[in-house]
């Protein structure tokens, strides 16, 4: 009887893959993907758990624009002085508390803005904040030009008059009969002696001129100089003579000539008045001499 003959192997089949196995390798890319970034959120984690502290410290020592307060500012200035100051000195981004030179650049800051006579102090304080008291320039005049009104303080530094509206400029002395422009910016003097006198007189009569409801002064000639007059309503002129510190001999001072506005306002104001002469009866008082 023959043997039967071997059964030659059949050659492996392909098997079909399995499931998970085929689903990593059709989409590794994008497991790999997800991995780095869950990777980095953990890591980003980890890291600020280490860093956050520090960082929230490090804002505390950077000083922003609306941490400075600002001491001083005067009820007429309408413009954000603060605001203005920082930014055009380039100081209204982060501010690092460690600067020695903090304090003296916020000073300067606030010197150079118009609006600013003296800065009195500035404090530093941490956490990040600052206190800068100030004193502002007072208006006490407007002087007419050429196409409206230019507000002075009372040394004629020109101030910005866009703070003015036409009613709160109307509350100030008009200064008329000026020919000349200011040379220079705001916060700068005007350049004129006549503008200088017609500030100093202004700030002078400051609480007269509501009683006595004048709204103007102008220059005018007195002998072989300049003098004031001081017009108001119903054709109300009064002739004030030189400026304050400018006074001839055997004027009147300016005490005597507002000793005598003060009587005007409360007795009544008739006629026209000379206050650049001595009244009747009355001894013009002795003007200091002055140094050489």
């Known amino acids: 009887m023959k043997a039967s003959p071997s059964r030659r192997p059949e050659p492996d089949e392909p098997q079909p893959a399995g499931g998970l ?163 220079g910016a705001v916060g700068f003097p005007w350049g004129d002696p006549l503008v200088e006198e017609a500030a100093a007189l202004a700030a002078v009569i400051g609480p007269e001129w509501g009683p006595l409801r004048l709204v103007e002064c102008r220059p005018v000639t007195v002998g072989s100089g300049t003098g004031w007059e001081l017009l108001g309503e119903q054709d109300l002129a009064i002739l004030f003579g030189s400026a304050p510190g400018s006074e001839r001999e055997e004027e009147p001072t300016v005490a005597v000539k507002l000793a005598r506005l003060r009587k005007l306002a409360a007795d009544g104001i008739t006629g026209p008045i000379d206050l650049s002469r001595a009244a009747e009866g009355e001894e013009p008082a002795a003007i200091p001499a002055r140094s050489p």
Not at 25 to 35: D, K, P, T
Not at 71 to 79: P, S
Not at 173 to 179: E, F
């Open 21 to 183: 196995a085929a689903f990593l390798r059709e989409h590794q890319a994008g497991l790999l993907a997800i991995v780095v970034a869950v990777a980095a959120a953990a890591g980003a984690w980890l890291l600020w758990r280490e860093l956050g502290e520090r960082v929230r410290a490090d804002a505390d020592s950077i000083l922003q624009p609306e941490q400075v307060e600002l001491v001083g500012k005067a009820a007429w200035v309408r413009a954000d002085l603060r605001g203005e100051a920082l930014r055009d000195a380039s100081l209204d981004g982060g501010l690092p508390l460690d600067d020695p030179e903090l304090p003296r650049r916020l000073a300067r800051a606030f010197t150079i803005h118009p609006w600013v006579r003296e800065v009195v102090s500035v404090k530093i304080g941490h956490p990040a904040a600052a206190t800068v008291e100030i004193r502002c320039r007072e208006p006490v005049a407007m002087v007419s030009v050429p196409g409206g009104l230019l507000a002075v303080d009372a040394e004629g530094v020109l101030l910005p008059s866009d703070d003015f509206t036409a009613e709160s400029a109307a509350r100030y002395p008009r200064v008329t009969g000026i020919a000349s422009s200011p040379r």
